[in-house]
Structures are given as structure tokens and as C-alpha cells.
């Protein structure tokens, strides 16, 4: 993009890191997404790793995030970008590897992989989009849906008695000898944006030290299987998913590292 | 096979060593994989040897996972192999039609066993259609290779990561418990005699400079999507041109052809003796290459012999490959064994003789 | 107060006027115009930006670049000011 | 003027039969010839019965699987049952006799009961059952040579186990010993 | 066919809405699925209207465990299905090896989508082979019913789970995303239409004095394995010689056999008007179970017709089955669009007038 | 099996459950699995709920135990017990369901199965056998390998760089809120049997309540996987799997139920 | 003397051309013809162009899919850009106005534009330019009725939207209107 | 003591010697014979057995059948006793 002469005396303060290409995202307006690869590619930027950084992309709405974020990248099978991941990693350990993964990507087809990635301490970075639906398909039920929000799928309200509870799959694996740093963070607001971003920079120097798993929870909105504008995603986010999904650090390096 | 330069050692092999051995002779660079008999020793055997020679052997935590590992690891540039048999390999369909649209190279053995469902452990060939036709969806095709022997499970370790490379593809050895379980002498070549090849689309990082490269196989627009059908159908017109293998024994004066791959072709070699020894002018037709099959061959067998006895560990599925080939021109009878059984020399003569007769009295 | 400025992508913004809702100026509004995609975009409405970064921080699209005074040229029009 | 010799070593899980069968190969590797080792395999959980096809031969080996033997090495009733009649005409067929209950009774074959398993325990507490029948084997279809077995052995058991290469040699020869005294009697 | 008694309810319906509509009317038990573009609107469907009317709908964590949970079902003696598209019918393959081989009645739904690979959501009939020769591994085949319109989506479940209880085995409907996108008149037969058949094999609890029962596909002894086997093959002749269904059209005095299934036969119906208007003599030869594959009919369609234009959705699948059939008597053409793109009619109309034209210079 | 007649003033005080078939079992000498079979169907007799119970066999050693437990049965693919078993329950839900799954089985493979079956609440008994080896197929690492085990698959020992940590799923699915009753036991003792029993017990009545999951562990052995006898193989097991997995109640129905 | 209509309904997600056509579709089994709803249909997220066939008939409907049609309805320039041509010769071709800067030039069919965003706002806030195209649509190709098309709306809006029948009547009206007064100057 | 006895099917059972280490009493040995399958199989070796049931409990085979003196008859032979 051209950016317009600006009065001298004045200095770009911000703009879109390099790293992230001039397509425009085809995600709906308002959808978290967009945020997220901004901000693994600003870090990605500032650290200069560009040439090391190998991407994931899952099956989901951010399927195509290989269009946007201008490393290296592989589209792996539905739930499987963990075990793609764990593929490149192996063989290319020197680099730094992280998928990108819905909640039904992550927390529903791909749980095995998930568990089992994390289980074996796969030096990569897992960075996992929680927007409580199916965005892709159109807004079905995820594995981390409320109880009581309705989807296409629970058009009723999910009921814990036929489909089960909102699965905390973060709580879960931060359980795991193999999760090095685990965190939980959002894009709501520019704080939270920033909060994410140093977790993101953290993970990515957490790599180097081959100690185990970065995790970085997202929750996110996802105003058209909400059938919400971005505004009342975000607030609706605010009082139903964070008490769900609180935000903050589940696991940091010192617990385990000693 | 002009893969093996050098001089060989010998050695006196399971089928599932020979293989792997050779693998890491071929320079594997990574394994991914899960026990399923008969296969596992494969990741046995290179879990034991694959540390010392360097090299990543994992165990995977399914054969779902470690098909996409395996994806991931071709998608970064390595030469890399998984094993399985069965129902295992049925649970990496998704993936394999993954790699084959993402134009992936990488090795898949397949020792089956008998099925449907769990099944036996027993040698059969009952995955011919799944290799061949593309069990996954969509189309596609991976070149398929059958081994006959132990020797031929190494060799083709060899040939496969060849092809492979050369192609963009994965490329499936559909052997068999047998094959697997047996031990022959196994010439085995030096490390290093197959060469690695540039792979400019790996992802390996983007480089200063360079363009970046996507491994995908989702092609949303249909336009887009027919463009890479269309190159996958180009590149396998071209492999059914130039990677065609069979082994013609006997044929020149064969009245009634046997055809047969893998361990049914051996026990079809012996039959072939019994019944030439009672005078009957028997030949054997041997598929190597299963995908592409040597269609063309048929055609000029179809000339001289008289009719054509399909053996199979199946229910009759090379078969209808063989009846494509022959397009009418001359009877295909068969032959078929299913879930583990196997037949015998003798059983392989009699129906020889039976088929002989029949079409004498239909004619 | 230090001044900034943002410039906007118009034909890549979306007008889900979460950029809006993070500014703590309020310097931003929709346009009544609509952009190749349909959709309306985001302007400055008022002069008073400060360069906070907010609004490009929330941005899904990435839609916007925030300049701002340098610290030497503030200073300097400070002084100037306590001059005056 | 068959070159080849098509064997069928068959008994319980744990008698050794496959290992017996192996040894046999890799003594007929060191004589340069081809080899075919084809073991029955199941889930691995022990009992139950195994087998394997050994063929040796000058020249390339068709089917490694067979249903027609020139011999028969036989430990146990139900491999007996099984295999008896699978011997062709004017073949060997060698059993272990302590556990058959019921002994073949074709005549068109040659047939040699021994007591391998007493004879083993009277040279050590090992189970070397296995190589008293391949002594005896050996000595009525020579097909590869004791020292050439001797040999195979030094190559096939590991370090830990090579101190045991004199029992098996004794073992070897014990069979041998008694197949020929066997002979010396009977026929 | 035979299975709709009652008035009917004509409505205009989505292709998958019709399909899951029509489920619930044939007495669905339990549908298990996972989502997956063009299909989920059956899933979704039936999350609105299923707990209404009593019986399990359940969002499984995947199609791997969908096809799972199908299998105990069914093995519990539910009338069960699932359904899903490309990437998730792959997936299932191992089940469906696994319910076959157990002899367990299902319905399993292939909404199908443009491949290999994720490739994209556009219709397609890429997976013909891994629905007709068994995606899965193992000698196995389901029956595969190929609707063409929304109002064969609905009666084709009937059909299907009328089949599966017969034969106890898994039935496919192959669609593909057009006819489960599209909309039209559909006439529905009134619930309670299809009986339901006792099941004494289910297990349901061992009742006291009774025998137990016992689902499983494993037999471990190949001769027993073998035995299911030729049970199943013994199976599979008689689908051959009772099931097979297809629909002529102007066949009678036709020069040029066009042969199409599903979608692509709708669009050769149209191509056939404008042929016909043209003056040319063309028929339509629509097989319907794609298995048990209507050879026969082949036959005595070769003595009159001169040649065969086979359109299908993909790179030529069904193809072989008609060479197969046809067995060289006649020439057998193909016309195929494949990932997701649709022949229109006019371009079939030009095929016609292309393989005439070239055929009249051959000969 | 008949019985030899036994001097009068005798009575029988224990004999194998009328549930339990006369069919020997195939598993080696030693092997626990045959324990949890018994143990299992003294149960299902007791509460005379053998018209009522279904069983779900894995792939595992345990592939056959359908020839042994006199119940109704399904033989489920490897991993797929949890979903065969939701099946079932699902079109049945007044049936006593239960799977029976090894460490592969359960904790490899199936775990994604495992995670949404409990995340469901499906009301089931698992069962599920910790022999920290796939000893079906010779003896390879499962999941459950404690480090530095030999198996045919880790010969130098399991290294947790390479393949991970040992993965206690149980613990894992203690956290879900779909868990009812979760507890570990173990076979070697009589009294370690007396507890099974109890728990097994508990864990059917508690499939009434239909509240849950019920998940009991059994960390059991396997002589021939790990090449030890029958003894040597319980005192292993107690000095080095007892202590990575400690026998107890990991979550008990009180502490959900309020 | 084809008894089928075939239209092409084509604009961006979001402008209602899906559901005009399936109101036309529901408007022609009122009168109880043969008809075919075909979308165009993609992931669910907004955005890209959408477009449906509906063929309406008196007889069984052989391709759902077509690539000629009768009439075209459109509401954006892409798509104007993609289907004029395909309009069969003597078909008619009607367009929104607004966002067509390069509009068709063929003479051999009819072409209509008119102001339908416009009038829809003129009428109300909310989004009925699609009735108004379909009002202007069967004002040239009467293959329904304007009343069954609203017994169609009562049947096919959901209960809380009933309310706006009405106004997708009035709609509908307008839509007849200009294209008459059009017809009355152009024509 | 109460008194004790068990019948262990010779057939089934594997020689795993797990209830001859479960055994408080040291009742149970390996026989020096073998049983169909080729297993040295367990017998009572000696007779002191008092049914506690250890053996059957741990038992992989279900071959142990454990039989007990009824009460009353161990009461009675107790009173005996005493009366003696
Ligand atoms: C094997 C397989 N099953 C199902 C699908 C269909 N599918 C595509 S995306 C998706 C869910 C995406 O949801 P999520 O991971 O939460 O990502 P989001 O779109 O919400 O960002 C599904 C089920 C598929 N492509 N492959
Ligand atoms: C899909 C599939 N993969 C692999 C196998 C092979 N297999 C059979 S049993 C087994 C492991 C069994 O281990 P576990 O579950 O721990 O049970 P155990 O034998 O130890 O009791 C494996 C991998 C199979 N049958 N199917
Ligand atoms: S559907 Fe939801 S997750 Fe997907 S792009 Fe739109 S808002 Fe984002
Ligand atoms: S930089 Fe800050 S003050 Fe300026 S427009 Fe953005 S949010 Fe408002
Ligand atoms: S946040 Fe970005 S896309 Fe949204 S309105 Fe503001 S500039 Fe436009
Ligand atoms: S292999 Fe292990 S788990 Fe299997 S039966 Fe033998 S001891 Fe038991
Ligand atoms: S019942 Fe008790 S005392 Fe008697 S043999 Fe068994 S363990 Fe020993
Ligand atoms: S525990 Fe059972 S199987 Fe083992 S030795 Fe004792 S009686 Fe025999
Ligand atoms: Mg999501
Ligand atoms: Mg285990």
C-alpha cells in the first residue's frame, strides 16, 4: 500500500508489519482472525525470522491464512495441523513452527493430535482460535460452544446431557510434561492485543530452548455464526466467554523448567 | 533397475528388515508410523538402526497422525516412508488424497493382511482397489508397486522414493504378511546410492528474495481446481507411458497366461512348473507396477495366447484390470483365495487344468 | 497533548467500526460513502488524534497506519507554546 | 531332478521351531545357496502352534509357501496331524517322539521318531531340542553341512549367548549320533 | 418402488433437507454426523427437527467417531445413518470396511465435493471408485444408490434402509453438493411407512435362555475368515442379480448411448433434447446403483446402439465399468469435467457431435 | 467345569461368576487382563444384570474378550470402543454399556474418542487397562511407557525428547466435568482385586444415575511385553508404574453431584 | 416451443438473490409447476458474488444447470459482466442500475435497468429491491402470478417477519410499475 | 482354624504361580507334571488351607474354585475340641 505524504515532523507510529501481505483477508468484518496473523507477523517482523518461520494452516475459516501471512506455509487436513507440524519440526528442528487452529480444527477432529503433540513436548508453537462455533460451515456447534448458545446445530441451546459440556481443552493439555508456556489471551481490545503480542514474542524465543510446547489460546468472536455485529460479539465475548475461558497465563517456563 | 551402484552386501532378511534397512540405504529421513501386524517390524527395525545412522524415527500416536506427519515432513523437503497394513492404511485415505493433490512425495507400504474389518493377520491382497483406484476421495492415483520377493522389498524401497521425487507423488509397495514375515538372501546397496534431488518447493523458510512457497491442496475456485486435476491426469498419462513393469515368464508359447503380482505370482511360478511338466504350455504374466498397470502388454499376449488365469488373494480385483486390458478378446478366467488363505501350487494347477478343459468343451 | 494521524485503506476496510469503538478520542466515524467491496469504511471525523495506536491494534484488516509527532518537534512546539 | 529341498519344521510356540528353521537357512547362505524361510505368525502372545517352510535350493525359488514337502520336522501331535500326509512320496518326515500319542504310520515315506527333548535334557537344562532334530535332519538329507551350521550359529546367536555354541554343537551332533544308531537298528 | 404407501406431502425442499426429512419418515433411530460443506444442512436439519420427533441426533467430535457410533448403533439394532462429503467419507473408511465385514445395516450419505485433497466445495463425482470397489481395505462393497434429483434424495433413503436391513449391510447414497444445494418438488411419504424388521442378531442384552450375541470382523483363523468372506461374496451376487436399477431413456432406436449418473445424467437429459432436436439419435442410460452396476443391460444396448458417450463428474471412473460391461463390442468415449466443474449441456451436445464425426472416420 | 464332590461341611466360597464363559482365555500366564474379565462379570452376576449389559471389546489383547465375558458384545475398531459404546447407549440408554481398552487402544489412538465421550458425559463404565505396553502386537511403546522402558519401539529406552512423557489420561479426564466417578486400581493382590470389585460395582449402579462417565483404571501388567515373569513382572509393576500412576479415587460422584 | 422458463438471478451475497428466487420458485409450485432452484454456493463467510437458476415448467426439468437462459436478472456489475452473453437470443435482461457503470449493449435481447435500490428505499428502510426486481421481472414474463408470488412470501416468511408483507407487496407493485412506465417511454 | 479347600482346574490353568504367592498359608506349588497346553500346573501342597479365597481372587484363569467349612461345622468342631 502507498501511504500518503504526511506533514513533516510526523512519524509512522504503526503500520502493518511487512510480513503480512497485501491480500485483503476474506474474513467477515470484525472477525478476530484478521488480528491474530497481524500480530504472529509483526513478531515474526521484529525478530526477523521470517526466513525460519514455517506456518499451519488448518481447515477452518483461516484455511487460507497461508494468503496473508508471508512465511512458508502448509495447509494441513482438518484437525491435523499439530501432526503436520510435528512432520516439519522434526526435520527441520532449527526452525520455528507454529499452526493456526479453530476450535473445531484443534478441540474436535484434531484432540488426539492435540494431546499427543503437546504430550511430546513438539518444540512449536500452537496458536488456537476459540470462537465458540464453526465458522467456516456456518456456525455449527464447536466443542467449546456455551451451554445454552444456540448454533445451527444446537438450535436449541447446547445442552450438557446430549452434547456435552464446553471443552477446556487448554486446561487440559496445560496438564501435560510437555507444555512449556500456556496461555490464554484475546484481541478485543487494544490492550488485549498487546497483551497477546507479547505472548506470542515469548513463544517464539521459547522456542529456541527445545523445552517444550507453546500454546497460545485466542479467544476470539465470530460475528456471522454469532448472527452478531463485530460490536456485539465483542461485548458478548466479554460476559459469556471470558468467564468460561478467563484469560491469563495457564503454565510459564519457570514452573517446569527447574 | 539402474538404482544400485555399488557393490552390495548380502543378507539374509525378513521382508520388513530388508525393507527397512534398504529405506535408510536409500537415505530416509524421517519415519513415521504405528505397530500393526504383520508390518511392525519396519518401525522395530528403524527404531533400532535409524538413531545410530541419524534421522528421525516416531512412533505416532495413530496412522491418521502419522500420515500427516509424514505430509508435513514431505511438505518440508525430506525423504520420508510410513508403514502400515489394513485397517491402518484405510484410516490414511484423507491423507493420502491430501498428498496427492498437494504433489507430495513420500512412501507408503502397505503388508496387507486379510479383510474386510479387523480381519486376520494373514497375508491376502485384498487392498489391490484401494490401491489402485484411490481409496481416498476424489481423483487420483499413487504409483503402486508389488514386490514378489525379498529382494524386491528392498529394491523397490529404491525405486519408489525415485519415482516419487521424480513425480510428485506418493508412491504406495503393496506387499503382504508373507512377504513381510518370510527371510531370503537380500542384496543390499550401499548408503547414499540414491541420490537426493533439489526440492525448490519445500518449505523450508523463505529466503530474502525468494518467493515463498504454500503446500496446499484446497483450491476453492472450481476453475482452479480443474487446472490441477487436469496437471495431476497430465502427469499420470505420463507415468502410464514411462513407468509400465512386468515380469513375462514363459510366455512366448503359452497357451493359457497366468497372471498374477506379488506372492500369488510366485506360487504361480511353481504352479506354472507343476503344469509344464505335465505339459501344458503355461505362462506367467507378473504386474510390478500395479498403478500404472502394463495394459498394453495384454494386447499382444491377447494375439497368442489363448486365455488368461488371474490369481489373486482376493475376491477378483486386478481382475478387472486385466478384462479392461484384454477388452474381450480372449476368456479371463479366475482364481481367488480371500482373508488369509492362501493357495497352493497345486491348487493353482488344477484349476489350470479345469479352465483348460472348460474352454475346450465351450469351443 | 502529542498529535497524531492515521490513514485508513479505504478498499480494505470492512466498517466493522471496531477501530471506532477503541479510540479513546472518538476521532473516527463512518463514511456515508461505500467502497469497491460494498462495505462502508472508517474516517477521521475530527482532528484530534493523538497517534494512541488503538485503533490500528484492534483493526482485523490491518487497514490502518498511525503516524505521529516526533518527540523533538512536540517538544520544540511545546516550548514554543510556553514561549508564547 | 528336483535341486531344491522344501522342509516344513512345525511344533508349539516356544520348541524353537522357527529358530530351528533359521539356523538351517542361514547355514545354507554360508554354502552360497537360496533360501526360502516362510513362518506361520500370529498376535504374539504365547502358545498355540508355529511353523515354518524352509526350501533350499541351487536355483531360484518359486513359491516359498508349499503344500508338498520333501520333509518333515515334526514336535508336537497336532503339527503331526497336520502334516503327515503332506510329505511326498519317498520324503522324510522326523518327529520328536515324547508328546505323540499317535505315530505316523505312512510307508511310502521314511519315518524317524526320536527323543530329542530327553536327549537335550541329558546334555543341559537348555532347550536344545531343536538342534538334536536338525543333527538329525542333517544326517539323513546332508543338504548343508554340520560346520556350516556350526558356522551360522557363531553368526545368529547374540554376545550374550555365544558361551552356548559348544551345547549346540554337542546337540547337533547328538541328533546325528542317534539317527544313525536309529538306522543301525531299525533298518 | 414399492416402499411409499400413504399419501404423500408434496413440499419444495433442499436436496439434503429433502434427504433428512425423508430419514425421519423412514423411522431414523439416531444420525450421527460431523460438518462438512455441501452436506451439514443435514445435520442441522435434523438438530431442528429429530428431538421433536424422538430419536438421537449427535454431533460426533469427528467422522471418524461418527461412523463409530453408527457401528454400535446399528449393531444395537437402531435404524442409523450418517452422512457427510469428500475429506469426511474418507475418513470413515476404515468403519465402513468394519460394518461391512460385520454385516451391519447403514446409511451413509456422500454429499460429494470437488477433490483430492481439501480441493473445494463445488459438486463433484470424484468418488465414484472409493464408493463402487471399496475405499476401505479388504474385499468388501456397500450398495451405492445415485440420486438425480431432489425427489430421488428422499426416496433413495427409503431404498436404502429397506437394502441395508435386507442384505444387512452399509447402503450408500452417492449425491453430489448440486443436488444437495438445490431446491425442488418433493413429494414425501407420510412417517411410519417403512417397517421396521425384527433384529435377533442385535445386541440388545443377552436375555435369559438365549443365545448372546456378538458383533465383530475379526476371525483371526483365515479359514474362518475365508468363510465370511465367500458369505459376503455369495451376498454380492445376489445384490448383483436383484438390486440392479437404472433408467433408460429414448434407448430404443438410439445411435449414441450417453451413459451418466446423478447429476450429470440431469444435464445429458437436457443435452439429449438438444441432440435429438438436432436429429441425431441419442439415448440416456442412467445406472442408479452405481453397485450392484447394471452390466447387463450393456449388453443388449451394444447390439443396436453403435457407440457409448460416458459424462461423468470427474476424470473417468464409471467409465471402466462400462468397458467392463460393454466388453469391446462397441467404442466406449468419455467426457469429463473434474474438481468441482460442471459439463454444461451444451458442451455434452458438442462431445456427441465430436465422437460421431469420428467415429464415422474410423469406420 | 465340573466340580469334584467335596466332603460334606464344606461350602464353595468362591467360583468363578456364571458370566464368565467357559472358554479358556487366551492371554499369557500371569496376565492381568484375565482378572478384570472375572472380576468384571462377578459384578455383572451379582447385580443380575446380564440381559441388561453390553460390552465393548478393543484391539488389543483383549480383541477376544467377547469369548469370554457372557454378555452381549461388539468388537470395536482400535481406539473406537468410547464411540461404539456411545452408539450403543445413545439407542439403548436403560443398558449397563461399558468398554474394555488398552493403553493403545484407549490413550494412543482412541484418545480423541476418549476426551468426547467423557467431555459428554456419555453414561458408560470405561474400562481401561494401563499395561504401559501394546502388548497385542509384541510389545511396542503405548503412551503409558514410563521413560526409560525398553520396548521393541523405544530399544534404548523411552527418552522423552523424542517420544514424549508418559501420558496419564486418566488424570486428564478427571478434570472434565462429563467424568462421574473416576478411580485407578490395579490386580495384583487379593486385596487390589477386592477394591477393583468394589469400584466396578459402584461404577454400575452409578450408570443409573445417569450422570456421567464412569472411568476406572486398572494398571495392570504384561509379562511378555515386558519380558518378566508373572512376579517379577507385579513387582515391577508396583515399584515403577505405582508410583507414575498411584491407585485411588481420582473423582468421586459427591464431589460433582452438589 | 419450450414449455420452461430458465433464469439466471445474480448479484453480491447479501442483495437477496437466493431467496428471490426461491419466493419465484415457491410463487410457481403454487401454481403447481415443475421447478429447479440451483445456487451458487460457497463457505458461509460474507462476501463474493451469488446467483441462482430457477427453471420454471409445465414438464419434468432435465438440467438443473444451464448455461443459456431465457432471462437474467442482475444486481451487480461482475455479474452482469459474466451472464449477458449468456441470455438465448430474443431473452431479456434486467439490471439493478446503481453499481452498473459499463451496462449491456446486445441487441438481440431485451434489456431493462431500473432504480431498484432506489425505489426500495424510497419505500423503506429496509431491503426489498429484490421484490422490486421481481415485480419488474413478471411484469415482462408473467410465468407467475403477482398474487400467488405473495401467497409464497406468507408461506415462506418466518412468523416474525410477517409483518413486511406488505411491503415486499407494495414492492413487488412498484417493481411492475417502472417497468411499465419504462416500457411506456423506451419501447 | 477354619479349614479351608481349593480345586483348581488342571486343565486351565497356566502355571503363573501368582496364587501361590498370594497364598498366606503356603498351600499352593507347581506340580511337576504338565497339563494339555504344556504348563506345569498348580496343586495344594500341603493342608492348611482356611479358604480365604487369596488364591482365586488373583487368580488370571478363573481355574480356583475355594470351598470353606460351613460355620456351624466349624463351631461344632470347635466346641469338640474344647469339649476334649
Ligand atoms: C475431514 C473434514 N471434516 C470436516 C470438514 C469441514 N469443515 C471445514 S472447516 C470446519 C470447522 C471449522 O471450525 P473451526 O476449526 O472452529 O474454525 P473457524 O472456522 O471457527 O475459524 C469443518 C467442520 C473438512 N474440511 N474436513
Ligand atoms: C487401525 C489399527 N491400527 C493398529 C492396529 C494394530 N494393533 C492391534 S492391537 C494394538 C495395540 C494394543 O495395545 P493396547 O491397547 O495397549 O492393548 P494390550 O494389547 O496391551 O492389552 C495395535 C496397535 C489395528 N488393529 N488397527
Ligand atoms: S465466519 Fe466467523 S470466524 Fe469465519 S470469518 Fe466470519 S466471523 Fe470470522
Ligand atoms: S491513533 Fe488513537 S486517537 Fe488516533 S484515531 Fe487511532 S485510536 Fe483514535
Ligand atoms: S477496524 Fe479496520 S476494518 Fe474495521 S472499521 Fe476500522 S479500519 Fe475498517
Ligand atoms: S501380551 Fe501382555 S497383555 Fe497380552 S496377553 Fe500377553 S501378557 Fe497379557
Ligand atoms: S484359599 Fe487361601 S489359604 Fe487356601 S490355597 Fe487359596 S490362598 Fe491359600
Ligand atoms: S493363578 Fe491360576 S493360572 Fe496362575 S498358577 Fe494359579 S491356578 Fe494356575
Ligand atoms: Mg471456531
Ligand atoms: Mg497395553
Known amino acids: 500500500m502507498k501511504l500518503p505524504p504526511i506533514t513533516n515532523g510526523f512519524e509512522i507510529v504503526y503500520k502493518k508489519p511487512d510480513t503480512l501481505t497485501d491480500t485483503p483477508m476474506h474474513y467477515c468484518p470484525g472477525c478476530g482472525h484478521g488480528v491474530v496473523h497481524r500480530v504472529l507477523m509483526e513478531v515474526v517482523d521484529e525478530m526477523k525470522i521470517q526466513d525460519k518461520t514455517i506456518g499451519v494452516a488448518p481447515v477452518g475459516c483461516s484455511v487460507f491464512a497461508y494468503n496473508y501471512m508471508n512465511v512458508d506455509m502448509q495447509e494441513a487436513a482438518h484437525g491435523r495441523a499439530t501432526a503436520v507440524a510435528t512432520g516439519i519440526k522434526r526435520v527441520l528442528p532449527d526452525r520455528f513452527v507454529f499452526t493456526y487452529q479453530g476450535d473445531g480444527d484443534l478441540a474436535a477432529i484434531g484432540t488426539g493430535e492435540t494431546v499427543h503433540t503437546v504430550n511430546r513436548g513438539e518444540n512449536i508453537l500452537i496458536v488456537f482460535i476459540n470462537n465458540g462455533v464453526y465458522g467456516m460451515t456456518g456456525g455449527q456447534m464447536a466443542p467449546t460452544t456455551l451451554l445454552g448458545m444456540k448454533t445451527t446445530t444446537s438450535p436449541y441451546g447446547r445442552e450438557a446431557a446430549s452434547a456435552g459440556f464446553p471443552l477446556k481443552i487448554t486446561n487440559l493439555i496445560t496438564q501435560l510434561p510437555g507444555a512449556l508456556y500456556v496461555t490464554r489471551q484475546a484481541v478485543h481490545e487494544p490492550n488485549a492485543v498487546r497483551r497477546l503480542k507479547k505472548a ?14 507453546c500454546f497460545i489460546e485466542v479467544v476470539s468472536n465470530c460475528p456471522s455464526g454469532w448472527k452478531m455485529t463485530p460490536q456485539e460479539s465483542n461485548k458478548w465475548m466479554e460476559e459469556n466467554m471470558f468467564p468460561m475461558y478467563p484469560l491469563g497465563d495457564l503454565k510459564v517456563p519457570s514452573q517446569t523448567m527447574n | 533397475m539402474e538404482h544400485t551402484p555399488g557393490t552390495s552386501e548380502i543378507r539374509l532378511m525378513k521382508g520388513n528388515e530388508a525393507l527397512a534397512e534398504a529405506a535408510i540405504r536409500a537415505g530416509l529421513q524421517a519415519y513415521f508410523g504405528y505397530p500393526i501386524t504383520p508390518q511392525s517390524e519396519v518401525l522395530e527395525y528403524l527404531a533400532v538402526h535409524m538413531p545410530k545412522r541419524g534421522g528421525v524415527v516416531l512412533q505416532a500416536e495413530s496412522e491418521l497422525a502419522a500420515i500427516n506427519m509424514v505430509f508435513g515432513a514431505a511438505g518440508a523437503g525430506a525423504r520420508v516412508m510410513t508403514s502400515s497394513s489394513g485397517p491402518g492404511i484405510s484410516l490414511m485415505q484423507e491423507g493420502i488424497s491430501y498428498m496427492a493433490s498437494a504433489e507430495l512425495p513420500c512412501l507408503i507400504v502397505n503388508v496387507q493382511r486379510g479383510g474386510p474389518g479387523l480381519g486376520t493377520i494373514q497375508p491376502s491382497q485384498g487392498d489391490y482397489f484401494q490401491a489402485t483406484k484411490g481409496g481416498g476421495h476424489g481423483d487420483y492415483h499413487m504409483i503402486v508397486l508389488a514386490p514378489s520377493s525379498v529382494q524386491e522389498m528392498a529394491d523397490f524401497v529404491f525405486e519408489s522414493f525415485r519415482l516419487a521425487d521424480k513425480y510428485l507423488t506418493p508412491v504406495m509397495i503393496l506387499s503382504d504378511g508373507a512377504l513381510g514375515q518370510m527371510m531370503e538372501k537380500v542384496a543390499l546397496p550401499p548408503e547414499g546410492s540414491l541420490p537426493f534431488i ?166 | 497533548m502529542i498529535r497524531g494521524k492515521v490513514v485508513i485503506a479505504q478498499d480494505i476496510c470492512k466498517g466493522c467500526e471496531l477501530c471506532i469503538t477503541s479510540c479513546p478520542q472518538e476521532s473516527l466515524g463512518l463514511s456515508d460513502k461505500i467502497n469497491i467491496k460494498g462495505y462502508r469504511f472508517v474516517e477521521l471525523v475530527k482532528d484530534n488524534c493523538t497517534g494512541c495506536v488503538n485503533c490500528a491494534l484492534v483493526c482485523p484488516d490491518a487497514a490502518i497506519t498511525v503516524y505521529r509527532q516526533r518527540k523533538e518537534v512536540f517538544k520544540a512546539n511545546q516550548n514554543m507554546k510556553k514561549a508564547v | ?183 543301525g537298528e531299525s533298518v
Open chain 4, 1 to 183: 531332478m528336483t535341486t531344491a529341498h522344501e522342509i516344513i519344521i512345525a511344533g508349539f510356540g516356544g520348541q524353537g521351531v522357527l529358530s530351528m528353521g533359521q539356523i538351517l537357512s542361514y547355514a545354507a547362505m554360508v554354502e552360497g545357496k537360496e533360501i526360502s524361510w516362510m513362518p506361520s505368525y500370529g498376535p504374539e502372545m504365547r502358545g498355540g502352534t508355529a511353523n515354518c517352510t524352509v526350501i533350499v535350493s541351487d536355483v531360484r525359488i518359486s513359491s516359498p509357501i508349499l503344500s508338498k514337502y520333501d520333509s518333515a520336522i515334526i514336535l508336537n501331535q497336532p503339527s503331526l496331524d497336520k502334516f503327515a500326509d503332506h510329505v511326498k512320496p519317498g520324503g522324510l518326515l522326523l518327529y520328536e517322539k515324547s508328546t505323540i500319542i499317535n505315530p505316523p504310520t505312512r510307508s511310502d515315506i521314511e519315518i524317524i521318531g526320536i527323543s530329542a527333548v530327553a536327549e537335550a535334557h541329558k546334555l543341559t537344562s537348555k532347550q536344545v531340542a531343536n538342534m538334536v532334530l536338525l543333527g538329525a535332519f542333517l544326517s539323513r538329507r546332508p543338504i548343508v553341512s554340520l560346520e556350516n551350521v556350526v558356522k551360522a550359529l557363531k553368526q545368529v546367536l547374540p554376545a550374550h549367548r555365544q558361551h552356548l555354541l559348544p551345547i549346540n554343537e554337542q546337540a547337533l551332533k547328538r541328533g546325528k549320533e542317534l539317527v544313525n544308531e536309529l538306522i
Open chain 1, 200 to 213: 506470542v514474542r515469548l513463544a517464539f524465543e521459547y522456542q529456541l530452548l527445545k523445552k517444550g510446547t
Open chain 2, 198 to 363: 533439489e526440492k525448490p518447493w519445500a518449505t523450508t523458510g523463505k529466503k530474502p528474495g525468494q518467493k515463498r512457497r504454500i503446500i496446499t491442496s484446497l483450491f476453492m475456485q472450481p476453475e482452479e481446481m480443474e487446472e490441477v486435476n487436469l496437471r495431476l491426469q497430465t502427469k499420470y498419462r505420463l507415468i502410464e507411458k514411462q513407468e509400465v513393469r512386468y515380469e513375462a515368464l514363459e510366455t512366448d508359447d503359452a497357451e493359457i497366461v497366468l497372471v498374477a503380482f506379488g506372492l500369488a505370482a510366485r506360487i504361480c511360478e511353481k504352479a506354472l512348473t507343476l503344469a509344464r511338466e505335465k505339459g501344458f504350455k503355461v505362462g506367467l504374466l507378473r504386474p510390478i507396477s500395479l498403478y500404472p498397470f502394463p495394459s498394453k502388454v495384454f494386447a499382444s499376449l491377447a494375439t497368442n495366447a489363448e486365455m488368461f488365469l488371474v490369481v489373486e488373494m482376493n475376491a477378483g480385483q486386478m481382475v478387472e484390470d486385466v478384462k479392461l486390458a484384454v477388452e474381450g478378446k480372449r476368456p479371463v478366467h479366475f482364481k481367488g483365495r480371500m482373508g488369509g488363505m492362501i493357495p497352493s501350487p497345486e491348487e493353482i494347477l488344477s484349476e489350470i487344468e479345469t479352465v483348460i478343459e472348460n474352454e475346450q468343451v465351450n469351443t
